[in-house]
């Protein structure tokens, strides 16, 4: 309709513009309007293709989505076959972190007990060295067994060129 509008305008002003050239002008006017009515069914036609294009596109469209809908049962067999041996995993998953768990509780508790054994340890070793009296030791060694201190030429002395210790590969020669 707008481009009809626009054509009889074009051709009144036209005609008006060029004068006495009107036949001329009546003719490119027919040529015109054939143009235009060629423009405006191309454009219709275009039009069509694109409705029957979006139509065809929203079919496919719904087809696919009720296509997706429709879950076969070799799909569902396959999922719950996967879910199961999700679920497999995850239970060994939990079994292996309460083990561990046990384990770290098992070790602390050993720890614990070896600390203890430890300090009764040195407490039963403090108590023995206190309770060993030298003094008595020493007069009953002289006393009853007769043992006495050594004589200035049993004794002898040799040196060690080590600080830290030294190693004995022979018995030492008795005279």
């Known amino acids: 309709m707008r481009q009809q509008e626009d054509l009889q305008y074009w051709e009144t002003s036209r005609a008006y513009i060029d004068g006495n050239t009107a036949r001329e002008l009546a003719a490119q006017v027919a040529q015109r309007k054939e143009q235009i009515h060629q423009e405006y069914v191309e454009q219709q036609e275009e039009e069509r293709e694109q409705r029957r294009r979006e139509r065809?596109?929203?079919?496919?469209?719904?087809?696919?989505?009720?296509?997706?809908?429709?879950?076969?049962?070799?799909?569902?067999?396959?999922l719950t076959a996967t879910m199961a041996v999700m679920v497999m995993v995850f239970a060994c998953y939990l079994q292996l972190q309460s083990d561990l768990n046990k384990s770290v509780q098992n070790v602390?508790?050993?720890?614990?007990?070896?600390?203890?054994?430890?300090?009764?340890?040195?407490?039963?070793?403090?108590?023995?060295?206190?309770?060993?009296?030298?003094?008595?030791?020493?007069?009953?060694?002289?006393?009853?067994?007769?043992?006495?201190y050594p004589q200035k030429e049993q004794i002898e002395y040799f040196e060690v060129e080590e600080d830290d210790y030294m190693n004995q590969y022979e018995n030492i020669p008795e005279r």
């Open 56 to 78: 065809q596109t929203r079919a496919a469209v719904q087809k696919n989505r009720e296509r997706a809908l429709q879950i076969s049962p070799g799909y569902v067999l396959f």
């Open 108 to 148: 602390a508790g050993l720890e614990k007990e070896i600390l203890n054994l430890k300090n009764d340890n040195d407490a039963a070793q403090k108590k023995i060295s206190n309770s060993i009296d030298l003094e008595n030791i020493r007069q009953r060694a002289m006393n009853e067994l007769g043992m006495v």
